[in-house]
């Protein structure tokens, strides 16, 4: 059996640490020589700097990066963009859904809950609108997100909060929110498809747009906080058309909705996810209807991210 009497000795250990720091104050002690600058240099011009001066290292710290290229490569701040304005406003930009869903957005805007679409839209629906195989045309719109996509992307690696001591496989295909809006723009195009067949609907009168922004904004003095609040969003398809809406309510149930209650989702502030911003368009934004007139908005539709497992919560990443 090795047998080893004397410990090695370690590479800096506290004793060179204590004869380092002695040494190193008494070299500190001595008086250093000052510098003599040659008359010669003097006479050449050349700029001799202290570094001993406060202002020594100032000339060495970054500049501005957008003063080194020429204008069309610098960089532009947000005070440059043609339509910024110095008017705050609260901004919710769209990227993550509200905390409180539904109740939190009525509280923002003042508004009462929605109401069920009455019974006299599904009423109004003539009975041979669906052919007898639209459930056909259903799967084939499913399936073309689900199955028929030649996407390969990596999927995020996805955790199960039940079993979350399992390891989780990375898989390659489609994007859940892409495969769901494949999903979407196919139903869309077989409902319109089918009301043009049926000789129920006048395409020409329609306009579609896809993944287009669209921003609204209420003024400052129809907001609880007298501070202009702007909603940015960017729905998968938009659809708009050259008629309005018809009236869903009557006048007497529109003066009723001053009786109800406006959703309090206290303890949770209403404008948790508004961040402070500058405006930027002091009206509404949609697509196509700044450029013509003729057309206005009548639908919007989009998609959103759903667990398939547990339904009841958001999909985990």
Not at 140 to 156: F, N, R
Not at 214 to 240: C, D, E, K
């Given at each position: 059996?090795?047998?080893?009497?004397?410990?090695?000795?370690?590479?800096?250990?506290?004793?060179?640490?204590?004869?380092?720091?002695?040494?190193?104050?008494?070299?500190?002690?001595?008086?250093?020589?000052?510098?003599?600058?040659?008359?010669?240099?003097?006479?050449?011009?050349?700029?001799?700097?202290?570094?001993?001066?406060?202002?020594?290292?100032?000339?060495?710290e970054k500049k501005d990066e957008n003063a080194v290229f020429p204008l069309h490569l610098r960089r532009k701040s947000l005070e440059d963009h043609p339509l910024y304005k110095t008017q705050n406003c609260l901004l919710f930009d769209g990227t993550e859904s509200l905390t409180d869903g539904v109740d939190q957005a009525c509280n923002l805007i003042n508004s009462c809950e929605p109401s069920p679409i009455p019974t006299s839209v599904y009423s109004s629906i003539p009975n041979n609108f669906l052919p007898k195989n639209f459930e056909d045309h259903v799967i084939d719109s499913i399936m073309a997100g689900e199955k028929y996509d030649p996407s390969m992307d990596k999927l995020p690696k996805k955790f199960d909060p039940i079993l979350f001591w399992t390891y989780q496989v990375n898989h390659y295909g489609t994007p859940v929110l892409k495969r769901n809006n494949i999903i979407l723009e196919n139903l869309v195009r077989k409902v319109f498809l089918l009301a043009m067949h049926n000789e129920k609907l006048n395409f020409e009168k329609y306009r579609y747009s896809?993944?287009?922004?669209?921003?609204?904004?209420?003024?400052?003095?129809?907001?609880?906080?007298?501070?202009p609040m702007v909603f940015r969003h960017q729905p998968h398809v938009v659809i708009q058309s050259e008629d309005f809406i018809s009236q869903l309510a009557t006048e007497k149930q529109i003066l009723e909705t001053k009786q109800k209650e406006i959703p309090n989702i206290y303890p949770i502030s209403p404008f948790i996810d508004l961040q402070s911003s500058n405006i930027y368009n002091d009206t509404a934004v949609v697509p196509g209807i700044a450029s013509d007139q003729k057309y206005v908005l009548n639908t919007i539709l989009w998609a959103r991210e759903q667990d398939q497992k547990y339904p009841w919560t958001r999909l985990i990443l």
């Amino acid at each position: 059996m090795p047998f080893q009497k004397f410990r090695p000795i370690k590479q800096f250990g506290r004793y060179n640490t204590l004869m380092f720091r002695d040494f190193n104050r008494r070299n500190n002690l001595k008086d250093a020589h000052v510098l003599q600058i040659d008359p010669e240099i003097k006479q050449a011009g050349i700029k001799i700097q202290n570094p001993l001066s406060r202002d020594f290292f100032k000339q060495f710290e970054k500049k501005d990066e957008n003063a080194v290229f020429p204008l069309h490569l610098r960089r532009k701040s947000l005070e440059d963009h043609p339509l910024y304005k110095t008017q705050n406003c609260l901004l919710f930009d769209g990227t993550e859904s509200l905390t409180d869903g539904v109740d939190q957005a009525c509280n923002l805007i003042n508004s009462c809950e929605p109401s069920p679409i009455p019974t006299s839209v599904y009423s109004s629906i003539p009975n041979n609108f669906l052919p007898k195989n639209f459930e056909d045309h259903v799967i084939d719109s499913i399936m073309a997100g689900e199955k028929y996509d030649p996407s390969m992307d990596k999927l995020p690696k996805k955790f199960d909060p039940i079993l979350f001591w399992t390891y989780q496989v990375n898989h390659y295909g489609t994007p859940v929110l892409k495969r769901n809006n494949i999903i979407l723009e196919n139903l869309v195009r077989k409902v319109f498809l089918l009301a043009m067949h049926n000789e129920k609907l006048n395409f020409e009168k329609y306009r579609y747009s896809f993944d287009d922004p669209i921003s609204s904004i209420i003024p400052a003095n129809l907001t609880s906080v007298n501070t202009p609040m702007v909603f940015r969003h960017q729905p998968h398809v938009v659809i708009q058309s050259e008629d309005f809406i018809s009236q869903l309510a009557t006048e007497k149930q529109i003066l009723e909705t001053k009786q109800k209650e406006i959703p309090n989702i206290y303890p949770i502030s209403p404008f948790i996810d508004l961040q402070s911003s500058n405006i930027y368009n002091d009206t509404a934004v949609v697509p196509g209807i700044a450029s013509d007139q003729k057309y206005v908005l009548n639908t919007i539709l989009w998609a959103r991210e759903q667990d398939q497992k547990y339904p009841w919560t958001r999909l985990i990443l």
